[in-house]
């Protein structure tokens, strides 16, 4: 094969890696156990879900673990392309300050609304007892005087 060459160290046993023209991807006994390496420019040009796949195939790895190595390349490439934008950053902080002032505001306005409603409570409870009050003292008043009209009743009858 023209283009392998045989790593240091490497075991006479190691099994042959398709290249990416070959269109058989069948080991052959025939061609030798020498590994292909790739130059930047080919790997550059290998799909990457396609390797994870072999890889996976080879491995037995599970598809979930396949799954989350896709994503890390995606995302490490991402990571690599797009550039930090620490306007928005900025913009952020700003509208956490915005938030964080918001919430001590409501914070004291709640304080103050529970305070309020803790003196309407005590007012009205404090009305309501007087009402009782007022309401014993009248019906109190209401049958002393049906006794004494009754009592006046019954010695009218009488005599």
């Known amino acids: 094969m023209p283009n392998e060459t045989k790593c240091e160290g490497q075991a006479s046993s190691t099994p042959h890696v398709k290249r990416e023209?070959?269109?058989?991807?069948?080991?052959?006994?025939?061609?030798?156990?020498?590994?292909?390496?790739?130059?930047?420019?080919?790997?550059?040009?290998?799909?990457?879900?396609?390797?994870?796949?072999?890889?996976?195939?080879?491995?037995?790895?599970?598809?979930?673990?396949?799954?989350?190595r896709q994503l890390m390349f995606v995302f490490s490439e991402q990571l690599k392309r797009s550039k930090l934008n620490m306007a928005v950053l900025k913009e952020y902080q700003r509208h956490e300050e915005e938030f964080l002032r918001c919430a001590k505001d409501l914070d004291?306005?709640?304080?103050?609304?529970?305070?309020?409603?803790?003196?309407?409570?005590?007012?009205?409870?404090?009305?309501?007892?007087?009402?009782?009050?007022?309401?014993?003292?009248?019906s109190l008043k209401l049958k002393e005087m049906y006794q004494v009209s009754l009592i006046s009743s019954l010695i009218a009858t009488t005599e």
């Open 21 to 68: 023209n070959e269109a058989n991807p069948i080991v052959k006994p025939e061609e030798g156990n020498e590994l292909h390496i790739y130059s930047a420019a080919e790997l550059s040009r290998l799909n990457q879900r396609e390797l994870l796949a072999d890889i996976q195939l080879l491995d037995g790895t599970s598809g979930l673990e396949i799954y989350m």
């Open 108 to 138: 004291e306005m709640t304080a103050l609304r529970d305070a309020e409603k803790q003196k309407y409570d005590s007012l009205r409870k404090q009305q309501l007892d007087k009402f009782m009050a007022g309401f014993s003292t009248i």
